[in-house]
């Protein structure tokens, strides 16, 4: 006997807090059914952090497809469901995959687990960043140089602190009210691994501080002081240059890990720099985006 899990109409970074919560009471070896039957949007969070969430259930989950046309050709197109048939045991209609194209899908999904992965993530994006970029969110050509970086960096994050392999994905779409209806381009990375608190727990200088230590306090070492689990000078520094892309570009980064979710805020976002108390879920989910430049 299944437990059905209910996705939400809208899936993104936000929303997916109701189906951990909802996952919470159960555990690892419970057998859930994930419905998307009724979800209409996905951001590439959304669909990447799902891919994740398999990872972590020690039976094979089910996932009923969405019931509406359009949105599942654009998870097919966003390259979900050629890693959702490895992961879930899949019900309903499943569209043919096909490529991205001119799309909005600057990358479709793409699993990272070693360095020369994110070299081919970062080698096959760099010419639709720059379009993207430079014609559509009117940035300067340094910002090109900077998103290779910060791609780069996210998905290297996988390679050193998951322990298993996650999934890249980076889209282009026009945000609501809350930006202006401005175009944003967003770059997710998830992972089901072991989390930055377990990452760090080898770095004594991570947990030094008034004996406390828990997600929270490993989100703040990793993104705001640039800790790392490695004792080398220097090492540590990729979020750094994350957060300083992002502020040159007005940009918002946010990451989870475990039960707790950390975020640099620019003033179009009305999210809160740290959360606590989250319903858990393993390894890190990092959010990335970069908003089009208004004019003075």
């Not at 891919?51 to 966003?78: F, H, I, M, N």
């Not at 996650?166 to 967003?186: E, F, N």
Request: hydrophobic residues 40%.
């Amino acid at each position: 006997m299944s437990t059905v899990i209910v996705l939400p109409p809208s899936l993104n970074e936000r929303s997916f807090e109701t189906v951990l919560g909802q996952l919470a009471p159960l555990g690892a070896a419970d057998k859930v059914l994930l419905d998307a039957r009724h979800t209409r949007w996905a951001s590439p969070y959304g669909l990447t952090a799902l891919l994740a969430l398999a990872q972590t259930r020690a039976e094979v989950p089910g996932l009923y497809v969405p019931e509406a046309d359009e949105t599942a050709s654009y998870w097919a197109r966003a390259g979900f469901f050629r890693h959702a048939e490895r992961l879930f045991e899949m019900h309903g209609s499943v569209p043919r995959s096909r490529a991205a194209g001119e799309s909005d899908v600057l990358l479709e999904i793409t699993s990272v687990a070693g360095s020369d992965d994110v070299h081919d993530v970062v080698g096959r994006i760099q010419g639709k960043a720059h379009a993207i970029l430079s014609k559509e969110l009117r940035l300067d050509s340094k910002a090109t140089m900077g998103f290779a970086m910060t791609l780069s960096e996210a998905c290297q994050n996988i390679v050193e602190h998951a322990g298993l392999g996650g999934w890249v994905a980076v889209q282009a779409y026009r945000r609501g009210q809350r930006i202006g209806g401005r175009r944003v381009v967003v770059i997710a990375v998830c992972d089901a691994g072991i989390g930055f608190r377990q990452s760090l727990e080898t770095n004594s200088t991570a947990r030094s501080r008034d004996g406390r230590w828990d997600d929270a306090m490993a989100l703040e070492d990793a993104v705001i002081r640039g800790v790392s689990r490695f004792r080398d000078p220097g090492r540590g520094q990729g979020l750094a240059g994350v957060r300083r892309y992002i502020g040159r570009w007005e940009g918002k980064l946010s990451v989870r890990s475990g039960t707790a979710r950390i975020s640099i805020v620019p003033s179009w976002d009305d999210d809160v720099p740290l959360r606590e108390k989250l319903p858990p879920f393993p390894g890190a989910q990092m959010q990335i985006t970069i908003p089009e430049r208004v004019s003075e």
